[in-house]
């Protein structure tokens, strides 16, 4: 199996709404979804353990900043088309960074709401959000309104960012192949099948990172009690 029949699309859309209302922390829905999506379409599932595994044997992602280092500054279009830097982000307090693979994706959608869900926490830390993506404004936009989030999400065209920070992979000829029911080019403006490995920065107000989250495997994300913990050691450090 190549790609995804209506039937199983409609199986996988069924699953995540099952995922996205259980109780359970950020994590335990992203592997609920990973476990229902590898029974409708297990050649993907079984793609992902491969692509995961020769990642980890390349160190992806390990170099990227680590707690300690400055985070590098960035200038990138929000889904309105105005630029967003991070020196500005930060004069109001530390911002949490976070890269995520596209309006697509049913574990960034999931990994979205659940920060959505805690934005008043972090506000009142007085803390920030801003995504990451390197999808073209129109797809920024829905990944907006899709998710409710209040916090800009912003266009990294071509992973230049992404690629900066030694985040942006190749998926590979395999996974193309499963993914061709997504219409990638239409989304990245591109047809080069990259995208960032998820990846969470907490960078304080001074620009240096406090904590980070990388894993070449995009099913596991930063929990949102970590995210909650570093933003508030972060703010204390003002």
């Not at 004069?91 to 596209?102: L, T, W, Y």
């Not at 690629?163 to 591109?190: T, V």
């Amino acid at each position: 199996m190549t790609s995804l029949s209506p039937a199983d699309a409609e199986r996988l859309r069924a699953a995540f709404q099952r995922c996205r209302d259980m109780d359970g922390t950020l994590n335990e829905q992203l592997r609920a979804y990973a476990d229902a999506s590898r029974e409708v379409f297990p050649a993907y599932g079984e793609a992902v353990d491969r692509l995961v595994a020769r990642l980890g044997g390349n160190g992806g992602g390990e170099t990227a900043p680590r707690p300690g280092d400055p985070m590098p500054p960035f200038m990138l279009p929000d889904e309105s088309g105005r630029l967003v830097t991070l020196p500005t982000l930060l004069e109001d307090g530390p911002v949490a960074v976070m890269f995520f693979r596209g309006h697509w994706c049913p574990y960034c959608r999931l990994n979205v709401r659940a920060v959505v869900q805690a934005l008043d926490r972090i506000e009142a830390m007085g803390a920030r959000i801003v995504a990451i993506v390197p999808e073209t404004q129109e797809y920024t936009r829905q990944l907006k309104v899709d998710s409710a989030a209040p916090f800009p999400i912003l266009t990294d065209l071509d992973n230049g960012y992404a690629l900066s920070l030694n985040l942006a992979i190749w998926l590979g000829a395999e996974i193309q192949n499963l993914l061709s029911y997504q219409d990638m080019a239409k989304f990245h403006g591109n047809d080069g099948w990259m995208l960032p490995i998820p990846a969470v920065f907490v960078v304080g107000r001074d620009g240096i990172v406090k904590a980070r989250f990388v894993d070449p495997d995009f099913r596991k994300r930063m929990e949102i009690d970590d995210l909650l913990a570093a933003l508030e050691s972060a703010s204390a450090d003002r």
